[in-house]
């Protein structure tokens, strides 16, 4: 059975939105492939996220991987030194034709920089508060409910799991792991099915001498598994700017030697008309090679 792949695309910024989100769509509309765009709907404000400088390993990821020349100088100064462009009124002409042209879309966060840098001390009527913003946005940008969300940073905890039962997602893509499960967090099993991203994402090899740009391509097509689904996530301001020709080949090699595209709303569809066969999992915060911080990942099922 070939290896299938789908892909996730966290779009972070107003810059994203504007630019690199629209790269994407047409890149995989063109290589024939699906995927999720997730959206950041509501104030940009990635210049707060400064803040991370006292995060073990930021600045040298930052370093690493060239966010300057990534992001764009605005975008970095975004909610600090510039006011904080609403991304959802400043795009959604822009978020409605990528839905038009057949992807799929869902909810990456209200404020990205709230979600990620604040969530996990957040009581839950706030958690809920923000991610009803978010679902109000997306109502008001697209005229229907979200069916999905992924959170930014791969931040997640009971709270935000609870929030997400509320408001009946299909699935959620908020841990990295190996396979769908239901997360159970504090000793109570969540029923909102998690896809997690089973692959790193290209800011966690950039810049790295064991994976020099001529090499990742290749190294991805051998991470790909054919036992389960492959995940990965990309994003609008890397893979759909300043990484787009990479982002492009790896596309390109990963069709040409016959792996198969696959939405991960048709992976949600498929593993939950088998529930009973669907694993639960302890959802734990751990350190991801390649990145800053502690994020939510799949871990046993004992």
């Known amino acids: 059975m070939p290896p299938r792949l789908a892909f996730k695309v966290d779009v972070d910024t107003d810059r994203g939105t504007r630019l690199g989100a629209l790269n994407l769509a047409a890149d995989l509309q063109k290589l024939g492939a699906p995927a999720c765009f997730f959206f950041s709907l509501g104030p940009d404000q990635t210049g707060r996220a400064i803040r991370r400088i006292f995060r073990p390993g930021f600045f040298r990821k930052v370093n690493r991987t060239g966010v300057l020349r990534l992001y764009g100088l605005r975008t970095l ?3 600090t030194l510039l006011p904080a462009p609403h991304i959802g009124r400043r795009n959604a002409e822009v978020m409605r034709a990528i839905a038009q042209a057949g992807f799929e879309i869902g909810i990456h966060a209200y404020n990205h920089y709230r979600w990620q ?3 996990q001390t957040m009581a839950l009527d706030a958690v809920a508060a923000e991610f009803e913003s978010a679902r109000a946005e997306f109502r008001r940008v697209f005229g229907l409910e979200a069916e999905a969300a992924a959170a930014a ?4 905890n009971a709270r ?3 929030v997400y039962e509320r408001a009946g997602l299909l699935y959620a893509s908020d841990t990295r792991g190996i396979c769908p499960f239901f997360p159970r967090l504090g000793g109570k099993t969540f029923h909102t099915l998690e896809i997690p991203s089973t692959l790193p994402t290209f800011d966690e090899l950039l810049g790295r001498p064991e994976y020099p740009e001529e090499r990742i391509v290749p190294h991805y097509l051998s991470l790909l ?5 492959n995940v990965l996530t990309i994003h609008a301001e890397i893979e759909g700017m300043g990484k787009r020709a990479l982002f ?7 069709g040409g030697s ?7 709303g048709d992976l949600a569809i498929e593993f939950l008309a088998n529930r009973a066969g669907i694993p639960v999992c302890d959802q ?8 800053s911080g502690k994020v939510a990942c799949q871990g046993g099922t004992g």
């Open 77 to 79: 100064l975004n909610g």
């Open 117 to 119: 840098d604040f969530v």
């Open 153 to 156: 940073g791969w931040q997640s």
């Open 160 to 162: 935000s799991r609870e």
């Open 225 to 229: 598994s054919s036992d389960r689904p």
């Open 248 to 254: 492009r080949r790896l596309v390109a090699a990963a």
């Open 258 to 264: 016959g792996v198969r595209f696959v939405g991960l």
């Open 284 to 291: 734990i915060m751990a350190e991801i090679d390649g990145r």
